[in-house]
């Protein structure tokens, strides 16, 4: 296992981008626009792992949503993993909860699940598969 990425709610891509990108000196490896998620995204590459900065796309967005209430920052972690349906039986199995109880389409050919962070002590986690 490894941590896949960081996900940061941000208002603003091109405004985050000018310090992530521009100061901090990290390259985009890519962007992307999930409509069911309601985010626009872009990675980050940092190390083996990747900092995906989220901008809502409307007042619905899941992000606006949490930005409303916590303002921007960090939003989950995202952990790799093999098999995500094995994963999330086990999860399962051990009563944590869960947002996703089975994968769901995520950007860059990758599925992803969710665990409720009232299961993982406030911490938001993301699972990913990425596609072969
Ligand atoms: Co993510």
């Known amino acids: 296992m490894k941590i896949d990425h ?3 709610a941000v208002k603003s891509l091109s ?10 000196g990290l390259s985009v ?3 992307d626009q999930v409509d069911e998620q309601g985010v626009r995204v872009a990675m980050l590459k940092i190390g083996d792992s990747r900092i995906e900065l989220l901008e809502p796309t409307g007042p619905e967005s899941p992000i606006t949503k949490f930005m409303t209430k916590r303002g921007e920052g960090i939003h989950h ?13 086990t999860l399962k199995a051990a009563g944590v909860r869960l947002i996703d109880s089975a994968p769901r389409q995520g950007a860059h050919n990758t599925r992803i699940a969710f665990i409720h962070p009232s299961s993982t ?12």
């Open 6 to 8: 960081i996900g940061i």
């Open 29 to 31: 490896g890519g962007y």
């Open 77 to 89: 972690i995202a952990v790799e993993v093999e098999d995500i349906e094995k994963t999330l039986e």
């Open 121 to 132: 002590h406030g911490v938001l986690l993301e699972l990913v598969q990425h596609g072969k």
């Open 15 to 24: 405004e985050a981008l000018k310090v992530y990108e521009g100061a901090i």
